[in-house]
Antibody, heavy 122, light 108 residues
Framework: EVQLVESGGVVIQPGGSLRLSCAASGFIFDDYTMYWVRQAPGKGLEWVSFISWDGGSTYYADSVKGRFTISRDNIKNSLYLQMDSLRTEDTALYYC???????????????WGQGTLVTVSS | EIVLTQSPGTLSLSPGERATLSCRASQSVNSNYLAWYQQIPGQAPRLLIYATSSRATGIPDRFSGSGSGTDFTLTISRLEPEDFVVYYCQQYGSSPLTFGGGTKVEIK
C-alpha cells in the first residue's frame, strides 16, 4: 500500500526557516517524480515544486523560487522541502504527492499525503 | 503561465442528475496533460482523471473526461450523494503546473 506521510509543519515567525519531510513507502520511490502542493486555509490548490526521480531536475512556482528548495533522498525514501525567508502568505497545508507514471517528468499525482500545516505568523 | 478557469464556481444539482464541469485554459495544454481531482473537506485531493480522459485506478465509470487544446470537461453521469464536493482541474504539461479555482457541486 502506497503511503506518504508529511511532517515538520509548525507555527513560525516571518523570515524564519523550516524543513518539511515526506516519508514514502509502498512503491519504488526512486522511479517516480515527486511533488509539493499547498493549500491555504479555505482556498484552492497551488503547486509549489517538483523533483525528478533521480533528483536531477527541479521546478518551482514563481511564488517560492529562490526561497524554497526541494530535494530527495532515494536511500531513505524521503522527500524534503527547505523553506527559507518565510512569509505570511506561505501559511498553508503542504501536501506531498507522487507521479502516476514512473520515469515521467510531466505527470498527474495519484497518491497524496494528508498534509502538514505551516503557519507563518508573528 | 497557463491560467485555468473553472466554471461554474458552484453547481447545484440533485442526486441522479448529470453534472458537467468546465475547465478552460488560457493557452493550449501540452499533450492534453489535463487532470481532474476531487476533494472532500478535510481530506487530500483524489485523482479522478488524467491525460484528459483516462480514469485513475478505482474511479467509478460515472466519471469521464473529455476535451482538447484549451477546453476540457469533467462529466459525472449520475450524481451519487458522495459526489457533492469540490473538483479541481490541473494542467501538468508545462511549468508552472497550475490548478483551476475549483467547482463546488452542491445538493439542490
Amino acid at each position: 500500500e502506497v503511503q506518504l506521510v508529511e511532517s515538520g509543519g509548525v507555527v513560525i515567525q516571518p523570515g524564519g526557516s523550516l524543513r518539511l519531510s515526506c516519508a514514502a513507502s509502498g512503491f519504488i520511490f526512486d522511479d517516480y517524480t515527486m511533488y509539493w502542493v499547498r493549500q491555504a486555509p479555505g482556498k484552492g490548490l497551488e503547486w509549489v515544486s517538483f523533483i525528478s526521480w533521480d533528483g536531477g531536475s527541479t521546478y518551482y512556482a514563481d511564488s517560492v523560487k529562490g526561497r524554497f528548495t526541494i530535494s530527495r533522498d532515494n536511500i531513505k525514501n524521503s522527500l524534503y522541502l527547505q523553506m527559507d525567508s518565510l512569509r505570511t502568505e506561505d501559511t498553508a497545508l503542504y501536501y506531498c504527492a507522487k507521479a502516476i507514471e514512473f520515469y515521467d517528468f510531466w505527470s498527474a499525482s495519484d497518491y497524496w499525503g494528508q498534509g502538514t500545516l505551516v503557519t507563518v505568523s508573528s | 503561465e497557463i491560467v485555468l478557469t473553472q466554471s461554474p464556481g458552484t453547481l447545484s444539482l440533485s442526486p441522479g442528475e448529470r453534472a458537467t464541469l468546465s475547465c478552460r485554459a488560457s493557452q493550449s495544454v501540452n499533450s492534453n496533460y489535463l487532470a481532474w481531482y476531487q476533494q472532500i473537506p478535510g481530506q487530500a485531493p483524489r485523482l479522478l482523471i488524467y491525460a484528459t480522459s483516462s480514469r485513475a485506478t478505482g474511479i467509478p465509470d460515472r466519471f469521464s473526461g473529455s476535451g482538447s487544446g484549451t477546453d476540457f470537461t469533467l462529466t459525472i453521469s449520475r450524481l451519487e450523494p458522495e459526489d457533492f464536493v469540490v473538483y479541481y482541474c490541473q494542467q501538468y504539461g508545462s511549468s508552472p503546473l497550475t490548478f483551476g479555482g475549483g467547482t463546488k457541486v452542491e445538493i439542490k
